[in-house]
């Protein structure tokens, strides 16, 4: 007397090489690979197109390559900045020159307030002498 799983798997060997299941499957098969490749081909596509995007932002319409071009915006920046700094420098040279010509313009009016605070003394005094 046979077991029930031996039974089972006796039908189930029987049913498997049956040429209509085994058609099934092979379709089943195959149409599980097609859904496979399919959503490939597209993920692919869109790679496809995400590259062209880059390639176009990324690619010149001329000979020199897009790092040369960097390099030489970079080397401009440079230029930018050595010539930023020795604007700094001239502008920090011109508020010294400033500085100094108002501390002498201060110390010339301060000159002048005591030559008027003296001539006004020399005047008052001149009065106190000539009108007793």
């Known amino acids: 007397m046979e077991t029930v799983s031996a039974s089972v798997a006796s039908a189930v060997g029987t049913a498997l090489l049956d040429p209509y299941v085994l058609a099934a499957i092979v379709t089943g098969v195959l149409t599980l690979l097609g859904l496979i490749f399919e959503k490939q081909r597209r993920a692919h596509a869109e790679l ?18 897009l790092r040369e071009d960097l390099d030489r ?27 100094l010509e108002r501390e002498q313009r ?16 020399r005047f008052d005094n001149h009065l106190e002498s000539n009108n007793p």
């Open 106 to 121: 201060m110390g010339d009016i301060q000159g002048l307030r005591d030559d008027n605070r003296n001539l006004v003394k």
């Open 73 to 99: 915006v970079i080397e401009g920046l440079d230029d930018i900045k050595s010539i930023l700094h020795e604007h700094g420098r001239a502008i920090g040279g011109i508020r010294d020159d400033i500085r």
């Open 48 to 65: 496809a197109k995400g590259v062209e995007a880059t390639r176009y932002q990324v690619q010149n319409d001329h000979d020199t390559n």
